[in-house]
C-alpha cells in the first residue's frame, strides 16, 4: 500500500470514534427533543378540548 495512503488511514481510522460519538450525540438530542414537543403538544391538546368545551357550554341553545 502506498505510505500516503496508509498514513491518510491511520489518520482517519483514529478520528472515527470522535465522529460516530458526534452523530449518536447528535440523534439523541434530535429524539429528546422531538419527545418534548410531543410532550407539549399532548398538553396543548388537552388545554385545547377544555377550551372548546367551555365555549360549547357558554353557546345558547337553539330551539330544536
Given at each position: 500500500m502506498?505510505?500516503?495512503l496508509?498514513e491518510?488511514?491511520k489518520?482517519?481510522l483514529g478520528a472515527?470514534?470522535?465522529?460516530?460519538?458526534?452523530y449518536?450525540?447528535?440523534w439523541v438530542?434530535?429524539?429528546?427533543y422531538i419527545?418534548?414537543?410531543?410532550?407539549?403538544?399532548?398538553?396543548?391538546?388537552k388545554?385545547l378540548?377544555?377550551?372548546?368545551e367551555?365555549?360549547?357550554?357558554r353557546?345558547?341553545r337553539?330551539?330544536?
Open positions: 502506498d505510505p500516503v496508509a491518510i488511514y489518520t482517519v472515527a470514534p470522535y465522529v460516530l460519538s458526534a449518536a450525540l447528535l438530542g434530535m429524539f429528546v419527545g418534548f414537543i410531543l410532550v407539549r403538544l399532548g398538553g396543548l391538546e388545554r378540548n377544555v377550551a372548546e367551555a365555549i360549547e357550554r353557546r345558547p337553539s330551539a330544536e
